[in-house]
């Protein structure tokens, strides 16, 4: 078990403080340039299309964790509501919502339907903005933690990162191949760095910098089979922090929960990697990745590299974004 002693060492070793200036909010997506958005367009062959996002629903993964609840979709107008409404509407729901609905049905043919949802913005697939996870009352680059206040982030939100786009060079490394594991990696073995060099070379990839790389541990088709969101599961270990920064990864996405191995690693803390990562290198985390279909053919026709599109919404101070991240070959 590492010290903290070990843990702030190894961050001074990872920092990007001031790296790209002292008002930087875009941290390792800085990595991805023109020519590397240009290069990775230049995957696409085949004009293959994977969704990466999993549903987000009522039988989504979150619920394990109070804070943290699965969407609730509301349709706030719907068939019932035009026949009900066109028929009594205009008689005695005048100067109301619903008598204002009514005027939109009565005496033609137009209806429509509407909705809502109400969810936490990391419900399902995500990005971890920069501003989620901080220590010692600061976020990335220097900024005081105090600037994330009850009206948002005003510094590292992930709407700073929408103009950037978020798209490059998506690299696959399939761990659960890599290990011969049977469906997902079982909790107690972290995977390491000297894993990640195996894997991609055993796979004919080399990571370069700029690339979003994704960390298949199986962990979703384990929970689309056991229905656990709280099913315990191997992932990063904290010192792979050393390995994504000397490697430039912009930024790094798995199909777990956490995208870090839950047991910390370090003593008296809890998620190193989450603090190495987003405060101190200013890379995004990416959770609830769903990488099945992907997998599967890059297994077959051998190529794990493509073009990778995740934009996040623009969802002004929030610190995470839901998103449906593409992968194109």
Same mark, same amino acid.
Request: hydrophobic share 45%; charged share 20%; with cysteine.
């Given at each position: ?21 002292a ?7 800085n ?13 696409v ?39 009900t ?23 033609n043919?137009?209806?429509?339907n ?40 005003f ?16 690299v696959?490394?399939?761990?659960? @191949? ?10 107690g073995?972290?995977?390491t760095?000297?894993?990640l ?15 979003i790389?994704?960390? @298949? ?33 912009a930024?790094?996405?798995?199909d ?9 690693g ?21 959770e ?15 190529v ?26």
């Amino acid at each position: 078990m590492a010290t903290l002693t070990d843990f702030h060492s190894l961050a001074e070793r990872v920092r990007n403080w001031g790296r790209w200036g002292a008002d930087d909010e875009l941290g390792t997506l800085n990595f991805i340039t023109p020519a590397k958005i240009a290069a990775a367009a230049g995957l696409v062959r085949h004009g293959k299309v994977f969704p990466l996002g999993i549903d987000f629903g009522s039988s989504g993964p979150q619920g394990a964790f109070q804070f943290r609840q699965n969407p609730l979709h509301v349709m706030t107008v719907d068939g019932g509501d035009a026949k009900t409404l066109a028929e009594y509407g205009p008689k005695w729901l005048r100067n109301s919502v619903a008598g204002e609905l009514s005027s939109f049905f009565a005496d033609n043919p137009f209806r429509f339907n509407d909705d809502m949802i109400i969810m936490p913005l990391q419900a399902a697939t995500q990005w971890d903005a920069l501003s989620h996870v901080y220590y010692a009352d600061q976020l990335y680059n220097g900024f005081p933690a105090e600037s994330v206040t009850s009206q948002g982030a005003f510094h590292c939100g992930i709407d700073k990162v929408d103009g950037k786009g978020i798209t490059s060079r998506g690299v696959l490394l399939d761990l659960v @191949r890599y290990r011969g594991a049977d469906t997902y990696l079982a909790p107690g073995a972290p995977i390491t760095a000297d894993e990640l060099d195996e894997c991609a070379a055993r796979q004919g990839i080399t990571i370069e910098s700029g690339d979003i790389v994704l960390v @298949r541990t199986g962990w979703w088709d384990r929970y689309l089979e056991a229905r656990d969101g709280a099913e315990p599961y191997s992932g990063l270990d904290w010192t792979c922090a050393l390995w994504l920064h000397e490697h430039e990864v912009a930024a790094v996405a798995a199909d777990n929960l956490m995208v870090e191995d839950p047991a910390s690693g370090v003593d008296g803390t809890f998620l190193p990697l989450h603090m190495l990562c987003l405060r101190d290198m200013g890379l995004m985390l990416g959770e609830y990745w769903d990488f099945s279909a992907l997998a599967a053919d890059c297994a077959a026709d051998g190529v794990y590299e493509f073009q990778l599109v995740a934009p996040p919404l623009r969802v002004i101070g929030a610190v995470g974004s839901p998103l449906n991240p593409i992968a194109i070959k």
